[in-house]
């Protein structure tokens, strides 16, 4: 019986103890997550709210003794949301705050801060006054990755969970110290942006507050993306950009520009640069000093402002209007087909020349007038007489077309004794020595006033 006795004596006891441990556990857990928020609400958000005071190498806080050690008390005073966490944690050991600058030495604004929220004493078992390396473990757990203590093997040193991390003991080489690191390179600053572009962004950043208001980001010097969404109040679907809107929906694309404005191309230095498509572009009007096409259609007229048109550069010649009534071959060139060339109007030419027939639907009028059994040259001329006759040249002499020999008595040719312009004789012309005349014909000699003379060929 009395061993029976021990032994239920003895059950009780372990099933105490284990629930005790248990207890125990909880409280340290409890603890660390009690660390965890006093440092997010206190540390992290102390170096948020003052960060460029404490870059300095001697920061000044409005009531605050120490910036790089403030207590409980001082921060419940600046507004940090502390307010409903006591000044003291397991035990009764106060929360205490340590801040610096990394990297030692630095200078502003290449610091950056961090700190450590730590019990002021060790995290111990009340009952037997050691420390509970179970207890240790559960309030680690329970401040996450930015938790840590210090043990017996590295009393100087708090280390962060699996050794990811560490920093000098605040309290000296006191084992069990409870604290929780902060500031930059910390767990608790993942939601923040860094500076210095170190830390990389794993969401969505967004710049609408929980009243709806969107927020602008400025002075950025460039932005890197792959696309940008911008579906605006006003110019939906546009990026701005002073005062011009880049436009563009699930087909089409805009350039939309103030009242007047325009569009241009440029390079980086503000020079006019090219426009270039492998497909059509669809405009109104285009304005340009040259326009370089391999082809061109148009539905309308090509037209052409003041004393200008087309042009060949390769050749040197084209199409051009100087006045209001002629288009005019440039730099005289000529106009050449294998087809007709119709006028309705009249034909103005200063010589004209056929390879085939020349045909009238009409009459043809003959403008040169000459003198029957005068000389001529070439034949095969075509003339008339005064009163209308045609004439023909014929072996040198304009005759009647169906006319025989003249007539004697009849007069070729003109030589003059003084020089002046000779006349052919039926194509036998006479520039030095006597004139001489043809067959059938004899030389004559006539004076004239002045004592000059003249020779002609006289038809026997």
Not at 49 to 61: F, G, M, T
Not at 193 to 212: F, I, K, V, Y
Request: proline share 5%; aromatic share 10%; glycine share 16%.
């Amino acid at each position: 019986m009395l061993i029976a006795s021990t032994l239920l004596a003895i059950g009780l006891s372990a099933g105490l103890w284990a629930a005790r441990q248990e207890a125990l556990a909880d409280a340290f857990k409890a603890q660390g997550e009690t660390l965890k928020a006093i440092g997010n609400a206190g540390g992290n958000e102390y170096i948020l709210r003052y960060y460029n005071e404490l870059q300095k190498a001697a920061p000044s806080i409005p009531g605050v003794a120490d910036p790089y050690r403030p207590t409980m008390a001082e921060l419940k005073a600046l507004g940090l949301p502390l307010q409903n966490f006591a000044d003291t944690g397991w035990t009764s050991l106060p929360y205490r705050f340590r801040f610096q600058r990394v990297p030692a030495g630095c200078t502003p604004p290449a610091c950056d801060v961090n700190g450590l929220v730590y019990l002021a004493g060790p995290l111990t078992d009340p009952a037997t006054g050691g420390v509970y390396g179970r207890g240790l473990g559960e309030a680690i757990s329970a401040i996450g990755g930015d938790g840590g203590f210090s043990d017996e093997f590295s009393p100087a040193t708090i280390s962060g969970f699996g050794g990811q991390w560490s920093q000098p003991n605040p309290m000296g080489s006191q084992i069990g110290t409870l604290a929780m690191q902060v500031g930059y390179a910390t767990l608790g600053w993942q939601q923040f942006l860094r500076r210095d572009g170190s830390l990389p962004m794993t969401g969505t950043l967004n710049m609408r507050d929980a009243a709806g208001t969107r927020h602008s980001i400025a002075n950025v010097n460039a932005l890197d993306a792959q696309s940008a969404t911008l579906p605006g109040a006003s110019n939906a679907n546009s990026l701005r950009v002073g005062n011009t809107y880049f436009y563009g929906d699930g087909l089409n694309s805009a350039v939309r520009t103030p009242a007047g404005g325009g569009f241009h191309v440029q390079d980086v230095n503000g020079n006019a640069a090219d426009i270039k498509s492998s497909r059509d572009i669809y405009t109104r009007d285009v304005y340009a000093n040259t326009t370089q096409a391999n082809e061109s259609y148009v539905n309308g007229w090509f037209r052409a402002r003041n004393d200008s048109g087309l042009y060949w550069e390769k050749w040197g010649g084209g199409w051009y209007m100087g006045d209001g009534s002629w288009i005019r071959a440039l730099n005289g060139k000529g106009i050449w087909t294998s087809g007709a060339m119709q006028a309705d109007g009249s034909v103005t030419s200063g010589y004209i020349s056929s390879w085939g027939r020349v045909r009238s639907g009409e009459y043809m009028q003959i403008d040169g007038i000459a003198n029957e059994n005068w000389g001529c040259a070439p034949n095969g001329l075509i003339g008339r007489d005064g009163p209308g006759a045609l004439l023909s040249c014929q072996d040198g002499i304009w005759k009647k077309l169906g006319g025989g020999e003249p007539p004697a008595g009849s007069l070729c040719g003109v030589q003059w004794n003084t020089g002046r312009p000779t006349v052919a004789c039926m194509g036998i012309s006479w520039v030095t020595g006597p004139m001489a005349c043809p067959g059938g014909w004899g030389r004559t000699e006539v004076l004239v006033e002045g004592g000059n003379r003249m020779h002609m060929c006289v038809k026997y």
